[in-house]
């Protein structure tokens, strides 16, 4: 177990670059997406999720999916596309799930609701693509 800890540590350490560009990314989303509401005057307290929460939610599955890639690649690096992909629709369905809340709500709100919920899942969505492709290009 403990050398299991270790290694995790390790390769950690060796591949942090992409967390902590992960961690940027969504703080800079974040703050944007929050500067938009205050430019268009959108009030998100009705919102069944809050912004920080979604931003949460996403970054924690993002930073999880991307360090199971990094363990498959260290496995077995032919299956780490198969491995994104059912990453992304184990995500996909996640926020199915999350989202039908949204869906059944009936507030004024529900349509500004949604457009938030999809920009933020599709912002994480392009950026764990964009790290799972430079993953994949990397030399052994």
Same mark, same amino acid.
């Given at each position: 177990?403990?050398? &299991?800890?270790?290694?995790?540590?390790?390769?950690?350490?060796?591949?942090?670059?992409?967390?902590?560009?992960?961690?940027?990314? %969504?703080?800079?989303?974040?703050? &944007?997406?929050? %500067? *938009?509401?205050?430019?268009?005057?959108?009030?998100?307290?009705?919102?069944?999720?809050? &912004?920080?929460?979604?931003?949460?939610?996403?970054?924690?599955? *993002?930073?999880?999916?991307?360090?199971?890639?990094?363990?498959?690649?260290?496995?077995?690096?032919?299956? #780490?596309?198969?491995?994104?992909?059912?990453?992304?629709?184990?995500?996909?369905?996640?926020?199915?799930?999350? &989202?039908?809340?949204?869906?059944?709500?009936? *507030?004024?709100?529900? +349509?500004? +609701?949604?457009?938030?919920?999809?920009?933020?899942?599709?912002?994480?969505?392009?950026?764990?693509?964009?790290?799972? #492709?430079?993953?994949?290009?990397?030399?052994?």
């Amino acid at each position: 177990m403990l050398h &299991l800890c270790i290694n995790l540590f390790q390769m950690l350490l060796k591949n942090y670059k992409p967390f902590v560009q992960l961690f940027f990314f %969504a703080l800079a989303a974040y703050i &944007l997406h929050k %500067a *938009s509401f205050l430019v268009l005057k959108v009030n998100p307290l009705n919102f069944y999720y809050s &912004l920080e929460f979604l931003y949460l939610i996403f970054f924690g599955i *993002s930073a999880l999916l991307y360090f199971i890639l990094l363990i498959v690649k260290k496995k077995n690096f032919e299956i #780490v596309g198969m491995a994104f992909l059912f990453g992304t629709f184990t995500q996909m369905l996640l926020g199915y799930l999350n &989202l039908r809340p949204i869906l059944e709500s009936k *507030s004024e709100e529900v +349509e500004i +609701e949604k457009i938030n919920f999809f920009i933020t899942f599709i912002l994480f969505l392009l950026f764990e693509t964009l790290l799972t #492709v430079r993953l994949l290009n990397e030399k052994r």
